[in-house]
């Protein structure tokens, strides 16, 4: 499919970047990247299937499922802390869709995804996804480990033309803007797949990547767009 997603920055505080791509999130990755599809759950294909949680993590057991049916590093929550939204995953091709895809579903909408990763991230991607025929707007808002807003990202995203793909890298100067948190607000069903991410290297690690690093950032063509 086709892949259409159109970023606009509502808000952006740090020298970072907003990835336009996967192919270019590929090449930012280090061997250390965890890749989630979520194809670990077992659930027949063209079915989806509830999971009576609002809170999804490695250590997860649900409907007789699990531990590790998602991968270590990231938790995901559904819903805001007033309500208890839950999860649906979803079978290879549910209604049109390509692959098994999780999901999120607000009983008020918008409804609401948070990933949180554990420990901090300084890249991830992710493909939001809707149904064809339908067109919705995604809001994307990044925090670091503070809970400090790093950005705030508008994201159209056309089930008709596929998955939107949307992803970010910190500033790899300020170490203190790493990624902690991700709300991502959509419709009552928020769908995701291909979640890919990176911790940030470990202080020891940094003083042979500084060079590199150096090199990288400053040529770099800002692709965000200011207000």
Partial sequence: MKCLC??????SFVSADVINDRNTLNSLLGPSAI???????????????????YHLDRLTVINGQGPEIVQAGAAYISGRKQYDDD????????????SQTFAAIGYVSPGRMTLMYDPPVDIFGIDLLEFAGTEQYMEVRIYNPNSELLGR???????TEGPSFFGYQSDPIDVSNEIRRVEIDGGLRLMIDNH?????????????????????????????KNP
């Fill in 87 to 98: 999860f649906i995953w979803q079978g290879d091709g549910y209604e049109g869709l390509e």
């Fill in 153 to 159: 990202y508008q994201v159209i995203v056309d089930g």
């Fill in 6 to 11: 159109i970023v606009l920055c509502l808000a």
């Fill in 35 to 53: 890749y989630e599809g979520f194809e670990k759950f077992d659930i027949a294909p063209g079915t989806n299937e509830w999971l009576d949680t």
């Fill in 196 to 224: 890919t991410f990176q911790a940030v290297p470990e202080p020891s690690s940094l003083g042979p990547l500084a060079m590199g690093v150096l090199g990288f950032y400053f040529p770099r063509n800002n692709r965000i």
